[in-house]
Structures are given as C-alpha cells and as structure tokens.
C-alpha cells in the first residue's frame, strides 16, 4: 500500500471510529492523516513482528485527543487487526479516545493530556544520546497545544543538550478548541519562536506527502540541533465541510447524513 | 537525610550505570561528590519540574532508573499530572525525591511547607510512597527503592528521628513497618523525622506513667495493614503522627485500615496539622510547637485520651 492510498484509509477509519463511538476529535485526526501515512508507510523504523525491537524508531503522539489516527495507521501496517478499530471508543474497550498504550502495540507512550510528549520525547533522545543508541524519536504536538508551558521547558532542554536525534512535528492546523490559533494565543512569528531556541526548522504543506518525505530526509537537518516540522495543515482534510468549519469539528461528530457524505468524499478521493 | 540518602546513591550509581539523578536546579554544593564521580549520571534539568519528571519517564521507559531531586513541593505537586500520566501510568522507574518534608523550610513561607504531599502522593494509583522516620532508613529505604519497580515518591526531611536498627533481625522492607519501642498501653504510629519528637514524648509518657509503643510507619503506600490491626488489638490505643495535614495522610490511611477490617481501638487520636496554611514562618522545631507537633505537646495529647 502506497502512502497516499494509507492515509486514504487512515481517514476512513477515523471518521467511522469517532462516529461510530460518538466521539469528538474528527478534525484532528485528518488533519494528521498525510502527515502518520508518510512516518508509518515506510519511513519509521518500526517492525509489527517485532514491535519492541531496542533499535525501533519512537514515535510519540503528543496530540492524543488524535488517537484514533494513530491506531488506524497502526492497524493498517499490521501491529494489530484491523478489526479491532470497531471497538474504539466502545465499552469495555483498550482503544481509548485519547491514545493509550496499554495492551496496544505499537504504541509507545499513553497522551491526553497535552503538552507531555514532548518531554518524553526528550527523555528517551537523551537516553539514546548517553547510551550512543541510533534511534531517532519523533514527536507529533498540535499547534494548540503549544500554549502548554511544559512544552517550551523540553525545547529549551532539548537544544541545550543538542539532542540532535529529536524530530517535533507541528500539526500547524490553525485552529484550536474554541477558535483559531491566531485569536486564541497568536504562536507567531512561531519559525522564529524555534529557530531563536535553538532548532533547526523545516517547514512543509502537511498533506504533500512527496514535501513530507523531502522534509524528513537527512535528519538531522543540522548537526547538534533538534529539528522542528511544521507541517502546515488544513483541520478536518478530506472533507469538505468539514475543512469549511474546523472550529465546529473539533468537537462535532459526524452522524447520519454528515457521516454518509464524508465517509463518500473520503472513498472517492484518489 | 539528605546526605544519607546522597551518600547510599552514590554507592549505588558507581555499581549500576543505569542510575540517573536529575535535579531541578537544586541541591547546592549537595551534588558535588556525585557529580564528580558520576557525570554521566547527573543531570540539571533547570527551574523546570514538569520537563524534569517527563524526561526521566522517558529515560525510566528505555531502561534506566531516574531519581527526580527537589525541595518541598516542586517535585511533586508542581509536576503532579506528570507523575500521575506519565511515570505511574507507564510503570517507569521513576524515584520522586523531595528534600522538606513537613515544616523542615518552614522559615521560607507556604510555598516551601510540603504539608499535603502525602496524602496527595498516596491516591495515586502503582506508586511507592516512602517517608523514612531516620537516616538508617533513608539509606536502607534508597537501596529498596532502586531495587522496587516502578515510580515512587521518597519524602525526605531535615530532621530525623532515632530509627538505628534494634537487633540483626531489624531488616528494612518497603512496606513492613518497624516496632521502635515496646508498650502496652498506647501505640503511636509515626511517619517522618518527627519521630525524634515521638521519641522524647514516649519519654515523657513514661514518667506519667503510660507506656507508649512506637511503631515507624516508613512506607506510606503500601500500607503495612497487618502491623496496624496487630498493634490496634494489641494495646487498643492508637494515635498517629506525621508532620503533615490530618487530612488523607498517615492518620486518614490508619483510621480507613482500622474502619475497613472492624478493628475498632478503645481510642483514637491523629496528630498533625488541623489548621490550614501557616503563614506564620519559623524554624521546624517552633512551628512543630506551635502546632501542637512538639514532644510536650504531643504526651499532653495523648495523657488527656481515655487511655486506661
């Protein structure tokens, strides 16, 4: 399966995960669909028949309110059924809204709460760093989510101890919970906001998956830096009306006839 | 405590590489040794709790086993979520110090008084939560700790109490608590260096003639049940002190064990603090006084109970 066709059912089976579960978080989700089909569709080094590998790249969703993504893409590339994705959000299920860990492989680390990965994140480059371990640890974050103090803490670590095998990726989406990022807690200049904390920034459209794979080529993008992704992206991708109203479907969930006419835009996309 | 504690670390670190002490910019002149001997060992994480503890989960996560270092209340309420989602949750070997318990800053002002920790640290689920009563088990507790999986919150005080190991048989284990002085007619259950104030009030007892045991109630989770309800039948009195709220910690934990099992002492009496902040400031031993923590006050307490 190609990346573009992986992130075509990435999206599918979040939007059937969120509505069936009636769960919120559907943008979101697509949002990071393009950006989760690249990492896992070749470019992770990750093993489903040996998921615990030592030399495994980490992948870590700080944005955990996305999880259904993250277990589709986890599914999809064979950490575990496909069937399983049923049972998100379900009674009695290991598939929580908010990615978790427990008895999920694949998984590296239980998010919600945002402005935790990141750290975690670090912790792990570090312990890599100290231990001269090759693996590199990738950290997806939402833009709201940079508004978390906790968050600058780890990028002010992060660059002092030069941990060069750390990748952020910024879901740069523009729009948080209740309104866009620009009239919620304006990130920017957010370029200059990493770059003058010491990382090295690459910046890509979030659903160009040949500009993704380019911006995740030669890392580090500089030696001695930790590299920040933005990924500038469009809440809600693939669906039209969706995309028209992000701030909506943060929360919404799409039932009924909402849930027919995405689930069609999504099937037809090529 | 602190140097004990430092002291068995650096012990241990020198055998087992995967230690690792990660302080939140404190400690002065504290680490020194330490980070002489062991610097790959050693990280500063700066004036930034949260960042402090995710790191060491994330290290704890790859293998090694990570002390977090501060004073009072910033390793663990400032950063709570953290040790609550990310340590506890994953299982990591994550070692929470805080140097201050109780009053031991108590001239530095409420910030600085850790006097909810316990009770706090304890309602979380898959942690260890450690309070030695003296330097012997500050040193015996960290070897357990290292060698204890998962997160634990190890409270550390400025003051100690006498806690030397009775005889050869007195071993430490994390959550078996430790017999200190025999008597029969009260027992007082302590948590914490102001085991040194419950050392002189059992003295003070005894001239009054009332013989109290003394029971070191180190670990506060796991809570050693057995001892508490075998003490409770024993001697029907019981009384706990902790410099800390009466609220959830050692007291509530004793008061539930009992309530829960139907052991019901003849009296009952939780010592520790009832008021709310303290922005009164002043040396440990004056606001132990001042609260009604000192050994005075706490024989006068236990002579009022209808202990006979």
């Known amino acids: ?270 | 405590m602190r140097d004990h504690f430092i002291k068995r670390l650096s012990e241990l670190a020198e055998h087992d590489s995967r230690i690792m002490l990660v302080t939140g910019d404190l400690g002065f002149r504290v680490f020194d040794e330490y980070r002489r001997r062991f610097p790959e060992q050693f990280i500063n994480a700066g004036v930034a709790e949260q960042n402090m503890t995710g790191i060491a989960t994330g290290m704890a996560m790859e293998g090694r086993i990570v002390f977090t270092y501060s004073i009072a209340n910033f390793p663990t309420l400032r950063c709570l979520e953290q040790i609550r989602n990310d340590a506890c949750y994953h299982g990591a070997n994550v070692k929470v110090v805080s140097i201050g318990g109780g009053f031991s800053y108590g001239a530095l002002g409420i910030s600085h008084h850790a006097t909810e920790d316990l009770a706090i640290m304890r309602s979380l689920p898959d942690i260890t939560v450690v309070s030695p009563c003296g330097c012997w088990e500050t040193m015996e507790a960290t070897d357990a700790i290292v060698n204890t999986p998962g997160t634990c919150y190890f409270r550390l005080d400025k003051s100690a109490g006498d806690d030397a190991p009775l005889d050869k048989e007195d071993k430490f284990k994390i959550g078996k608590a430790r017999v200190l002085r025999e008597g029969n007619d009260c027992a007082i259950i302590v948590t914490g260096g102001i085991l040194e104030e419950v050392w002189q009030a059992a003295e003070l007892l005894e001239g009054r003639g009332i013989s109290a045991r003394i029971v070191s109630m180190h670990t506060i989770k796991p809570l050693d049940r057995e001892t508490i309800l075998q003490v409770c039948r024993d001697v029907g009195v019981i009384i706990t002190v902790e410099e800390h709220t009466i609220y959830g910690g050692l007291g509530g934990a004793v008061a539930e064990t009992l309530l829960d099992n139907g052991v019901l002492p003849r009296a009952f009496l939780r010592i520790g603090l009832e008021a709310g902040f303290s922005s009164i400031v002043g040396s440990q031993q004056y606001l132990r006084k001042r609260y009604g923590l000192d050994a005075e006050s706490i024989c006068n307490r236990i002579q009022a109970m209808s202990i006979h």
């Not at chain 1, 693996?135 to 002010?156: K, M, P, Q, T």
């Not at chain 1, 990130?187 to 990493?194: C, G, M, V």
């Not at chain 1, 039209?240 to 992000?246: P, R």
């Open chain 1, 1 to 270: 399966m190609d990346t573009i066709e992986l992130a075509k059912q990435i999206r599918i089976h979040a939007l059937k995960m969120t509505s069936r579960g009636g769960s919120s978080h559907i943008g979101a989700a697509l949002s990071i669909a393009d950006i989760l089909a690249v990492l896992y569709g070749g470019f992770l080094n990750v093993d489903p028949a040996n998921p615990h590998k030592p030399d495994r790249d980490r992948f870590i969703l700080s944005k955990g309110h996305a999880g259904a993504a993250v277990y589709a893409a986890l599914a999809e590339i064979g950490f575990f059924p496909v069937e399983k994705l049923n049972t998100y959000y379900q009674d009695g299920s290991d598939l929580s809204g908010h990615v978790s860990h427990k008895g999920i492989l694949g998984v590296e680390l239980s998010t919600g709460s945002l402005g935790h990965g990141l750290s975690i994140g670090v912790g792990i480059a570090l312990d890599a760093k100290l231990s001269e371990k090759t693996h590199r640890v990738f950290v997806l974050l939402s833009d709201g989510e940079c508004d978390e103090g906790s968050n600058w803490e780890a990028i002010l670590f992060a660059a002092h101890y030069k941990l060069d095998n750390l990748i952020a990726i910024i879901d740069y989406n523009k729009y948080q919970a209740l309104a866009s990022v620009a009239k919620t807690l304006d990130l920017e200049p957010f370029t200059d906001k990493w770059k003058s904390f010491g990382w090295q920034v690459r910046e890509v459209n979030g659903h160009d998956h040949a500009g993704i794979k380019n911006a995740l080529k030669d890392l580090p993008a500089n030696k001695d830096k930790p590299t920040v992704i933005i990924a500038h992206t469009i809440k809600g991708r693939g669906v039209s009306f969706m995309e028209e109203n992000a701030v909506l479907w943060h929360y919404r969930c799409a039932k009924g006839e909402e849930f027919e006419m995405a689930l069609k835009e999504l099937e037809s996309a090529s």
